[in-house]
């Protein structure tokens, strides 16, 4: 076990736990910064923690401008001090009225949001001129991931001017995630970014030079944030999140990637039902389910590990290590998909220097907060 991660006393903490590595977090949030040459270009994404202590460590290092996805996340954020904050989420039906309702309740702050259609935009105008509150909103451009957004072109264009038009809301610029970009060369990845990229340079030259403002572009992930910090435009801000924890499946997906794993579970053993299986309370509740059966954690130190059930809360392994098992035992478990895993747990037990020192609630794990 690799000695950054050892903790001395587990005796109080509950398993299934998320443990926080403050050290290592801490040091892949500057290397976050360095990555993006200072604080000022970047507007890091907070659904990989959920956590408004991380938010209060990105503040020490001069970080202002955050991202999200949900309205929850929105307040946490605020309520933690952010003050230019980024919902980066198409907004319709009561989300509406969530977001005048944030509007009047954090006056100093600058909120923005996305949009790709126009009717939700013009619902959105009409709910926050009608309250006196403003908005901006970035269109969210899609560039192949064809998740939300729409493709750079005369339609696009079409739906700026409307931004640009509708009272209650303030062009923002662009929303440009690249999610779909999982190349493992960073130069494959890199060649597949900026082909996509041009494409948006070119369009927001064209509406800039038609008279509209274009302020920002908030591009890219993980993967790609380190491509867009090589491109000297001020108006690009980067948004990466899995990076801040980081996980098995981006530690193996990009190589090019010096982010550590800064959260992993503690386990224990409850069972070792035949010979060579070890049954750990590692349920699918305490993990992200979302990578393959038999994927979803890397058992540390267990190389021959192979997971060959997990329920609700169990995770049985086969290993020829299972005679080394007791149950109560502890064992630590990498998982393959950190942003719903976190999102699993009430609270984090934050390891400093070995030693379980706090616990942080996962403050905007829910859904809603008081909004
Ligand atoms: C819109 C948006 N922005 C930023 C991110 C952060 O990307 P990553 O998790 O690769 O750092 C995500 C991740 O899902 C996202 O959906």
Not at 115 to 136: C, K, M, Y
Request: charged share 25%; net charge negative; proline share 7%.
């Amino acid at each position: 076990m690799d000695p950054r991660y050892h903790v001395a006393d587990t005796s109080e903490i509950i398993t299934p736990a998320l443990l926080i590595f403050r050290e290592q977090l801490e040091a892949n949030l500057r290397h976050m910064v360095q990555i993006a040459g200072g604080p000022e270009r970047l507007r890091p994404h907070c659904k990989t923690h959920k956590m408004s202590q991380v938010i209060s460590l990105e503040l020490q290092l001069g970080i202002t401008k955050h991202k999200c996805a949900t309205l929850a996340e929105a307040e946490m954020q605020a309520d933690a001090g952010v003050r230019d904050i980024f919902l980066a989420y198409n907004i319709v039906g009561p989300n509406i009225r969530r977001v005048v309702a944030f509007c009047q309740r954090y006056p100093d702050v600058r909120l923005a949001v996305t949009a790709d259609h126009s009717a939700p935009l013009a619902a959105l105008g009409q709910a926050t001129s009608a309250a006196g509150v403003s908005v901006d909103v970035l269109l969210d451009v899609d560039t192949g991931q064809h998740r939300t957004g729409i493709t750079v072109g005369p339609a696009a264009r079409t739906l700026y001017e409307q931004i640009c038009k509708t009272p209650g809301v303030r062009p923002g610029g662009f929303h440009v995630y690249d999610g779909h970009q999982h190349q493992k060369s960073l130069d494959e990845r890199r060649v597949a970014v900026l082909a996509e990229f041009r494409k948006v340079q070119a369009f927001r030259d064209e509406l800039v030079a038609a008279g509209m403002p274009v302020p920002r572009m908030v591009c890219g992930g993980t993967a790609s944030f380190p491509i867009y910090a090589e491109i000297a435009d001020p108006t690009i801000e980067f948004s990466p999140g899995t990076c801040i924890l980081n996980d098995a499946g981006y530690s193996e997906a990009f190589p090019d990637l010096e982010f550590r794993p800064a959260a992993l579970m503690l386990t224990r053993v409850i069972s070792r039902p035949t010979p060579d299986r070890v049954t750990f309370d590692l349920g699918y509740k305490a993990v992200a389910s979302d990578p393959p059966a038999g994927k979803r954690v890397s058992m540390v130190g267990i190389d021959d590990a192979e997971q060959v059930l997990q329920n609700e809360e169990h995770l049985v392994i086969k290993t020829s290590h299972a005679a080394e098992f007791e149950p109560g035992d502890d064992a630590y478990a990498l998982p393959r998909h950190i942003c719903p895993t976190s999102a699993l747990h009430k609270e984090a037990f934050v390891i400093v220097d070995g030693k379980l020192a706090e616990r942080w609630p996962v403050a905007s794990r829910d859904r809603w907060l008081t909004l």
